[in-house]
């Protein structure tokens, strides 16, 4: 239950397939996206990569910008990030001992790539656990199972005045989630994802609707926190779009800065309807 998820790939996935008009793909301009997750209770670390025009083939090792200059600045104290080479380019991070993101405090970040400046500022919202559900085991390995049209998945998290909002996004990892085996009674109409996400504000709890479930297989839950910044970004963002703008905290290139709070849990869901 107590995984933290580092990254949110498909968000950014969005925006890296980005760039290019309908008809003319030469108007394409290379931005940077700023995979900026802080996360509560965890070290400093981002991700950067770099959009690529709509008609191109989307390799997400072949995206990555390395040799970045990467810089937060909290409580007076500027840290320079250090990319994790060989093992992981493009992502900037600090070991533990350095500092632990913290509920309430401001972070500004400063990046510098081959000329191009980008800076942000974010608040840290609340640290957050799934605290209850209505299942026993909600873990990665052998997760209780819940049949569709029967019991709905309910879960609870804690609350804090410090979040703006939550955001829920719920996703079957099955590796064939889209074989048509896989997919649940029709009432649902067809289903071309795997991935659903909900915004939230104002609650501390979420049952699962049957209009949520695609494909039968296991499912991962995870809930974040969200501060004004992520808020924005987040219910901005239009997947599979070519053409997205979502509202962003930095001044410029695509992405969003911000630091979040997150839990996990998993289920699965089993089909004994008849079509």
């Known amino acids: 239950m107590k995984k933290i998820i580092y990254t949110l790939w498909f968000l950014f996935i969005a925006l890296a397939l980005v760039g290019c008009d309908r008809n003319e793909d030469d108007l394409f301009v290379e931005e940077i996206v700023v995979d900026g997750f802080l996360y509560v209770n965890h070290p400093l670390s981002i991700n950067l990569t770099h959009t690529v025009p709509i008609k191109q083939y989307y390799d997400p090792d072949a995206v990555r910008v390395s040799g970045a200059d990467v810089r937060i600045t909290v409580d007076n104290h500027e840290f320079h990030l250090i990319e994790q080479l060989p093992a992981k380019p493009g992502t900037y991070s600090l070991p533990a001992d350095s500092h632990i993101v913290t509920t309430g405090k401001r972070y500004d970040l400063w990046l510098a790539k081959n000329g191009t400046v980008i800076t942000a500022t974010t608040v840290a919202a609340a640290a957050l656990q799934i605290d209850s559900t209505n299942l026993e085991n909600t873990g990665p390995t052998n997760p209780d199972t819940i049949e569709y049209g029967d019991t709905e998945f309910y879960f609870h998290w804690n609350e804090d005045p410090a979040n703006f909002g939550y955001f829920i996004i719920m996703e079957n990892i099955e590796p064939d989630w889209f074989n048509v085996d896989r997919e649940v009674s029709g009432d649902n109409g067809p289903n071309e994802t795997n991935l659903s996400a909900i915004p939230l504000r ?3 709890e979420f049952t699962v609707p049957w209009i949520f479930y695609g494909y ?58 008849e079509d």
């Open 216 to 273: 039968t297989g296991t499912h991962r839950i995870r809930v974040l926190s969200c501060g004004q910044a992520l808020w924005d970004y987040v219910n901005t963002t239009l997947l599979g779009e070519a053409e997205n703008y979502p509202v962003t905290n930095l001044s410029q290139g695509r992405g969003v800065f911000c630091a979040a709070g997150a839990d996990t849990v998993y289920f699965e869901l089993v089909d004994v309807i």
């Open 202 to 204: 104002d609650t501390d």
